[in-house]
Structure formats: structure tokens, C-alpha cells
């Protein structure tokens, strides 16, 4: 007789916590928002903020959690991310823990790259993408303001702003950084 429990288990979504995905171009602003918004959720231990992990130096614009190529691949190979993915030449990924806090029943909020949500829609029960953008105009300004030179040539990053994305909630982060925060907000205390 074969077990079939451990086959379901693995087309089980994860939940029954929510994962909140902040997509969007470089430089529309979602570690802004997303600082913000962990501001205001302080104290709060129903709210999680994931910490990527990178094969970039962090910065002051982007509290991730940096590894070497090398070690990233060692952590990939033993299983410590829920997901990962490529992009600009480097390599991200969420650590395996939010899985843990999804099933307790808190609500993540991570940023990433808009080439995994199909994914994570598939592995995780309760899942809301919202897309933060800006103007053409807006991202090169805040671009070349950040001047990070692993973000490589300005025109790629502007070139992959208008890729398709079907998102939940729609944030047009152009004014007072603290509106738009509050709308992002919104969607991790509802």
C-alpha cells in the first residue's frame, strides 16, 4: 500500500498565514514603503518583515542579508530558502523560516522579484501582490539618486518596469513616501 499522506502534504499550500509580495520596478520605492510600514507594524508579532538574502553587499537603502555566491549555493543546496531567484546578475532569496511563520498564522511581507509570484502563488494558501510604481520619469531620478553601482545600466532597470505583472492592490508611490506606506499598510493589519 502506498503512503499517500506525505504525496498530499506536498500539494498542500502553505498557510494559513498571508504572504504579502511588494513587487515592482527599481527604484518606485518599496524598501521605502516597506521601512515604513514596518515602522508602524513594530510590536505587532503577527506581521513579519522576511530579510532577503543576496549576493550583494547591503546598503542603507536595502537591509538584506548578504552571502557570497558560493555560500548561497551551499545554503541552496541544503534547502534554506522557500524561494530564489536571479536577477542583475545576482542571486536572491527569502530563508526558509517565513514557511514557519505562515503557519502560524502571521502575515509576511517580503520584496520580490515579479518572476517568482506564479510560484509562490502555487506554494502558499493566502497570497496578495502589490505592485509599487512610478512614472519613467520618477525611477531614473531615484535611480541615479541611489547611484548603486550594482544596479547596473539605468536603461535595463527602466526596461524591465514595463514588464506585465497581474497584481492585487496598486500602489503609485509619487508623493509623501508616508501616503503611500499607509496603503501598503492597509493590506498587512486587514
Known sequence: M????????A?????????????GPSGAGKDTLIDLARAACAGNADVVFA?????????????????????????????????????????????????????????????????????????YADVVVVAVTAPPEVLAARLLARGRSSDGPIANRLQRAAAVIVPDVIIEN?????????????????
Do not use: C
Open 2 to 9: 502506498t503512503d499517500t499522506s506525505a504525496n498530499f502534504e
Open 11 to 23: 500539494l498542500a499550500k502553505i498557510g494559513p498565514g498571508r504572504l504579502v509580495l511588494v513587487v
Open 51 to 123: 530579510r532577503r538574502v543576496v549576493t550583494r553587499e547591503a546598503s542603507s537603502s536595502e537591509d538584506n542579508e548578504q552571502l557570497t555566491p558560493d555560500a548561497f549555493r551551499q545554503a541552496l543546496a541544503r534547502g534554506g530558502f522557500a524561494v530564489h531567484w536571479d536577477a542583475h546578475g545576482l542571486s536572491y532569496a527569502l530563508p526558509k523560516a517565513i514557511d514557519d511563520d505562515i503557519r502560524a498564522g502571521r502575515t509576511v511581507v517580503a520584496n520580490i522579484s515579479r518572476a517568482v509570484i506564479g510560484w509562490l502563488r502555487e506554494g
Open 174 to 190: 509619487v508623493g509623501a513616501p508616508a501616503v503611500a506606506a499607509r496603503l501598503l499598510f492597509d493590506q498587512l493589519v486587514r
